[in-house]
Antibody, heavy 119, light 107 residues
């Protein structure tokens, strides 16, 4: 079974750094893109960026470029989303999802990681 | 970025109804349009890909159509488990933007 399992909820203070993870299993991790999607409280889905773990090719939405860093460690089939300095506006649910190298939809999705940033 | 606009933002319907949700792209995206269902507290789930192809395991009461800039998701014979939020996504060009979502509520 193809699965993406994300790390647990985080509570952080403004200015702190954070790295959340997404571990893939049941498929060849290096042959599919992994994407990250933000969902702020009560809001819609926002496409943040994608990474191809096979060669670490990474694409960002202009809205998130420079605000976050997407990376992957193919040796442990895990993708990451990280912040160097969190802001209250980063409070949201973050989902990872798999995207085929030849198709372009997200399936399946991870269960989500809730990030809360509050002083 | 390509802007995706869904209508309506919310709608109320009854079990057994037929409902249609529309997604409009700010430029032509061919058939690079996908639909997701999201229930409260859960991750989104792929329903329809490439505008009209039903994802494996998704009930046949769900259907999608359209190409270019205008797309529709139709649910024929609403079931209680279909009350959720539905979002479209384009994958014609990066960034692969989503619509704002349509919340389907029980009347």
């Amino acid at each position: 079974e193809v699965q993406l399992v994300q790390s647990g909820a985080e509570v952080k203070k403004p200015g702190e750094s954070l790295k959340i993870s997404c571990k893939g299993s049941g498929y060849s991790f290096t042959s599919y893109w992994i994407g990250w999607v933000r969902q702020m409280p009560g809001k819609g889905l926002e496409w943040m960026g994608i990474i191809y773990p096979g060669d670490s090719d990474t694409r960002y939405s202009p809205s998130f470029q420079g605000q976050v860093t997407i990376s992957a460690d193919k040796s442990i089939s895990t993708a990451y989303l990280q912040w160097s300095s969190l802001e209250a506006s980063d409070t949201a649910m973050y989902y990872c999802a798999r995207q085929s190298a030849t198709t372009s939809w997200f399936d399946p999705w991870g269960q989500g990681t809730l990030v809360t940033v509050s002083s | 970025d390509i802007q995706m606009t869904q209508s309506p933002s919310s709608l109320s319907a009854s079990v057994g109804d037929r409902v249609t949700i529309t997604c409009r792209a700010s430029q032509s995206i061919s058939s690079y349009l996908h639909w997701y269902q999201q229930k409260p507290g859960k991750a989104p789930k792929l329903l329809i890909y490439a505008a009209s192809s039903l994802q494996s395991g998704v009930p046949s009461r769900f259907s999608g159509s359209g190409s270019g800039t205008d797309f529709t998701l139709t649910i024929s014979g609403l079931q209680p488990e279909d009350f959720a939020t539905y979002s479209c996504q384009q994958s014609y060009s990066l960034p692969y933007t989503f619509g704002q979502g349509t919340k389907l509520e029980i009347k």
